[in-house]
């Protein structure tokens, strides 16, 4: 069973930068892909960047000049580095594991969920 553990969460200033991580307990499988979603309140889960296994990445779009989305060698741990976060950014940050699809930003693609970490941006 893997595992996924988010952290870095918090309370942040808007313009202000916030790194988020995921560590995983074990890999999913030989080949994976990572991913950040997110939740708001009130509002569906929406996707944030994914990296594959050959560390291709790819963003929301409205999220591209922002956010960066990273793992390392291994892939055991996952970041995202939130440049610039808006108040519009607040919500619940999860991180994802799998290989069951293709499509990296459709949360079908993944097995594995951590719990989420909560990020407000205060204005």
């Known amino acids: 069973q893997v595992q996924l553990v988010e952290s870095g969460g918090g309370l942040v200033q808007a313009g202000a930068s916030l790194r988020l991580s995921c560590a995983a307990s074990?890999?999913?499988?030989?080949?994976?892909?990572l991913a950040w979603f997110r939740q708001a309140p009130g509002k569906e889960r929406e996707f944030v960047a994914a990296?594959?296994?050959?560390?291709?990445?790819t963003y929301a779009g409205s999220l591209k000049c922002r956010f960066i989305i990273s793992s390392d060698d291994a892939k055991d741990t996952l970041f995202l580095h939130m440049n610039s976060p808006e108040p519009e950014d607040t919500s619940v940050y999860c991180c994802?594991?799998?290989?069951?699809?293709?499509?990296?930003?459709?949360?079908?693609?993944?097995?594995?969920w951590g719990q989420g970490t909560q990020v407000t941006v205060s204005s």
């Open positions: 994802a594991a799998g290989a069951s699809g293709r499509i990296v930003s459709s949360t079908g693609t993944y097995e594995y």
């Open positions: 074990a890999r999913p499988s030989a080949h994976y892909n």
């Open positions: 990296i594959t296994w050959g560390s291709a990445t």
